[in-house]
């Protein structure tokens, strides 16, 4: 036997609940010549090992070995809480100042002798421990089972798993912090009763917890009004209108006073006339019989100061003498209710489809199925994991709390969880992954691709450089790994989890449509779209539709979730009080204050800084490295348009955008 040599070995406990173990940990380890060290116990003494969180330091003694290639590790039972949940171990060989890591990430069962290489990166036909790697899928696999909780909803998880539950209650006790902002606001002339008049209702904007939204100024002016379908939380409905639809009943002559000489054909040919078309909303059911949604349509033109504005709003489909068109020469306060009601059909896509749907409950569909068929020790589990991190615990706690029976929603939305789950239900029947999960496909799908084309789009603007650069990020990750398609042809984790992610929901797979290759994977371009798209959806795309929510929505006149009473059917004057009588109440209005203000706060870190670092291969980082880079970049370029933009847009900065759909 050679010498014995020194080796320090570092053990990073997870931060989970009850990841702090009292058991006995050993270790061998392992070079690819063929030497191995004996058994090694860890145990510092008179210190309490393995504490949650924590980095413990090991001096231990062993054969020398020339590279510890692969630790193996187990744990015995003894002590009162025996669970361990190991991140990652490094080892140090004192001789050679060579260090080896081993990212782990796994609860260690009892006597079982893990195995891990240096750097655990591989390919499923590359790993040298097949075995283990088919005993944790199918330990993952009876975790993360796939249930249609709600008929004709997304897949979701049957039951969270523990590793995916909040390992503290931070910001996301929604409960909690409810009561505690409206005890801290001070705000105690909201407990019941209507609103004077729109001042009283603006000056309950005190408090520096809850302060004045910046839509209080800005809320009647037109300008605002389509600022809101380009640099908002609804930001992909607008569409390039080539001709009036046929139901919409309005002629040139209607809108000549709106087009600044322009004649109609002028306006089609210089791209300068938008359409929203909220045709899903038909025969939408609300929360009970004495509410109702509109299904409009809205016209708007980019005018000459290169404004876009509302000229034309029906708030049904069907054209009728109770379904007048309303214009901006209608009555000030008819007109104002006219965009309110439009408002409020956009506030119910908006938080059932834009938001909930297509983020948040579509993408927990494709976390469990990464989860069921992706081990960890996978390069693309490794890639796709820092985008998933809480996801599944504030679906949880979110639709217990805010998507149940009599809770925020059907307290603060005309729909209530009624309308919204059926809007759901129609919104993931049309939602493809190929067009409206990757957003150039989407843009060109909607006239917007052309940067020429409405330039104040500021999303576009934005979030454009964001996908690409998300792209280039994941094309270089797949490359590394994937240099042959063969290699994608034969990777059989990745063949399962394309082909769960098509399968449809009642079969219990996710039922997406438009997954490029339809389930089985060709090459390297289905798969980096999909990846793409899975990334780009749980940051930038849930980013845009979430952080703005407390500016739009809590001052009601502006973007009303909730609005009484019946929509105007003809262009009698209006007055003020109208407007109020038809706003919710004050406790509601508080409700959706305190509810937007939680979600607008960002919890987690911004792109790039992720919380947990799976990725150790060198090459890899290195790549990781080069995305942090080109996002710095970015960052600089949304600052300097920002300082030309009124108001600007803020919500697609880099800096602001956090990894996963967190919140």
Not at 34 to 60: A, H, Y
Not at 260 to 275: A, K, M, P, Y
Not at 582 to 597: E, G, H, I, Q, S
Not at 642 to 649: A, G, H, L, Q, W
Request: aromatic content about 10%.
């Amino acid at each position: 036997m050679s010498s014995k040599s020194d080796y320090k070995v570092y053990v990073q406990t997870g931060d989970k609940k009850f990841a702090g173990t009292d058991a006995n940990i050993a270790v061998v380890f392992h070079c690819n010549d063929g030497n191995s060290t004996d058994e090694m116990w860890l145990d510092n003494i008179f210190i309490d090992d393995f504490e949650r969180g924590r980095r413990d330091e090991f001096p231990v003694s062993g054969r020398q070995l020339e590279s510890v290639d692969i630790i193996e590790l187990w744990r015995d039972e003894k002590g009162i809480l025996d669970d361990w949940f190991l991140d990652v171990i490094e080892v140090k060989c004192e001789s050679s100042q060579s260090t080896f890591v081993f990212p782990f990430f796994r609860w260690i069962k009892p006597h079982y002798r893990y195995r891990i290489r240096h750097l655990d990166t591989s390919l499923p036909h590359e790993d040298d421990f097949k075995d283990q790697r088919t005993m944790e899928l199918e330990d993952k696999c009876s975790v993360y089972q796939l249930r249609v909780k709600i008929p004709g909803m997304p897949i979701q998880v049957k039951q969270i798993p523990d590793d995916e539950q909040f390992s503290f209650d931070y910001k996301w006790n929604i409960a909690t912090r409810k009561i505690k902002m409206i005890a801290q606001s001070k705000i105690i002339n909201l407990v019941s009763g209507t609103w004077e008049s729109l001042s009283h209702l603006k000056n309950v904007y005190t408090s520096e917890i809850l302060k004045e939204p910046a839509s209080t100024t800005r809320w009647s002016n037109d300008i605002f009004f389509g600022l809101q379908r380009t640099a908002n939380m609804n930001h992909s409905v607008i569409n390039l209108c080539t001709k009036i639809p046929e139901n919409l009943a309005v002629t040139e002559d209607t809108l000549r006073p709106f087009l600044e000489g322009w004649t109609l054909q002028q306006v089609f040919d210089s791209n300068r006339l938008f359409i929203v078309d909220y045709k899903i909303l038909e025969g939408l059911p609300c929360k009970n019989d004495n509410y109702m949604v509109c299904a409009p349509l809205a016209l708007f033109f980019l005018n000459g100061e290169q404004h876009l504005v509302p000229i034309a709003i029906q708030l049904k489909q069907k054209p009728a003498e109770d379904n007048p068109v309303f214009l901006p020469t209608d009555p000030l306060w008819t007109w104002m209710m006219a965009k309110m009601w439009f408002n409020n059909a956009d506030a119910s896509y908006h938080q059932s489809l834009t938001h909930l749907g297509f983020t948040h409950l579509l993408m927990e569909g494709v976390v469990v199925v990464t989860h069921r068929n992706i081990s960890q020790s996978h390069p693309l589990f490794k890639l796709l994991a820092p985008h998933y991190l809480y996801l599944i615990a504030i679906n949880t706690r979110g639709l217990e709390l805010l998507v149940s029976e009599g809770g925020w929603v059907d307290k603060t939305m005309n729909i209530g969880i009624k309308g919204m789950f059926e809007l759901i239900r129609r919104g993931i029947n049309v939602w493809r992954m190929d067009q409206h999960g990757t957003l150039p496909e989407d843009l060109k799908a909607r006239g917007m691709l052309n940067s020429k084309v409405l330039p104040c789009y500021h999303f576009r603007s934005d979030a454009l450089p964001l996908y690409w650069a998300i792209n280039t990020y994941v094309k270089k990750y797949v490359n590394l790994y994937y240099d042959t398609p063969d290699k994608i042809t034969g990777d059989w984790e990745i063949q399962n989890w394309a082909s769960e992610l098509v399968k449809p929901r009642e079969e219990g797979g996710c039922g997406i449509l438009g997954v490029p290759g339809n389930g089985k994977i060709e090459n390297q371009d289905q798969l980096i779209i999909i990846l793409t798209s899975i990334i780009y959806t749980c940051s930038v795309a849930h980013a845009a539709t979430n952080f703005p929510q407390y500016d739009e929505y809590a001052f009601p006149p502006n973007y009303p979730a909730s609005l009484g009473g019946k929509p105007p059917t003809d262009k009698t004057p209006l007055e003020e009080k109208d407007i109020l009588k038809a706003l919710p109440d004050k406790p509601t209005t508080l409700d959706v204050m305190v509810v937007t203000k939680i979600l607008s706060d960002k919890g987690t870190k911004s792109l790039g800084d992720f919380e947990v670092q799976y990725i150790f291969d060198p090459p890899a980082r290195k790549i990781v490295q080069e995305f942090r880079e080109e996002l710095k970049e970015i960052s600089k370029q949304v600052k300097e348009k920002n300082k030309t933009r009124n108001p600007p847009y803020e919500w697609l900065d880099p800096e602001v955008v956090p990894n996963s759909i967190s919140i």
